[in-house]
């Protein structure tokens, strides 16, 4: 069985500060793991994948992830916020079957 | 190409009515899944169809069903609706079964009153 874990409900981070938001997941077999992100009243877009490649993956918009087996996490960062990254972010975990199981997110807060 | 689509985008319901959702995926794409995000928590699975055939259903009650049709859209209906059914219904979609990341649609606000 998968589940994912994300550390912190609302995350606030000063405008040109790193953005760092904490995911940890437990999985049976080897994960699949995403990140996506949710403006208000859309749905879901899809930032980032690990699919057992390279343990650092890049995706769109400056963010990148690292996949640690050992600490079983998948932490997403952004070196420098702006105000565009106000958004619901989730981190989710597949085994590559059937199904996704999400997070319940984490509310990321850009200060000016 | 056309993103994932789904109508209506808003609904509202009275309770005991039945609904239905409809989803388009993105052309070739074979696999469409569909998810209930209830406001302030993640999406959770309800079932996923790859070609016409039911491969995966969450825990949800039978007063869910959905089918996938020989184009690949699908319909999600809901009977007998609770208020508890309120929320965001999410389609998305992929290339094969072999999951690798889907593309969603922006959803079906769906109100039960």
């Known amino acids: 069985a998968q589940s994912v874990t994300q550390l912190g409900s609302h995350v606030s981070v000063s405008e040109g500060a790193l953005v760092l938001l904490r995911c940890n997941y437990s999985s049976s077999v080897p994960p699949y793991l995403f990140w996506y992100v949710q403006y208000p009243n859309q749905g879901l877009q899809l930032l980032l994948k690990y699919t057992s490649a390279a343990t650092l993956v890049k995706g769109i918009n400056g963010f990148e992830a690292e996949f640690k087996k050992s600490e079983t996490s998948f932490h997403l960062t952004k070196p420098s916020a702006h105000m565009s990254d106000a958004a619901e972010y989730f981190c989710a975990v597949s085994a590559g079957d059937d199904k996704i199981i999400f997070g319940k997110g984490t509310r990321l807060h850009i200060l000016p | 190409d056309a993103g994932v689509t789904q109508s209506p985008t808003h609904l509202i319901k009275t309770r005991g009515q039945h609904v239905t959702l409809r989803c388009s995926p993105i052309?070739?794409?074979?696999?469409v899944s569909w998810y209930q995000q209830v406001l302030g928590q993640g999406p959770q699975f309800i079932f996923q169809?790859?070609?016409?055939?039911?491969?995966g259903r969450g825990n949800f009650p039978d007063r869910f069903s959905a089918r996938q049709f020989p184009n690949y859209s699908s319909e999600l209906n809901v009977n007998a609706l609770l208020l508890g059914d309120s929320a965001l219904y999410l389609c998305?979609?992929?290339?094969?079964?072999?999951?690798?990341?889907?593309?969603f649609g922006s959803g079906t606000r769906l109100t039960v009153v």
């Open positions: 998305a979609s992929s290339p094969t079964m072999v999951f690798y990341g889907y593309t």
């Open positions: 052309s070739g794409h074979k696999s």
């Open positions: 169809y790859y070609e016409k055939e039911e491969r």
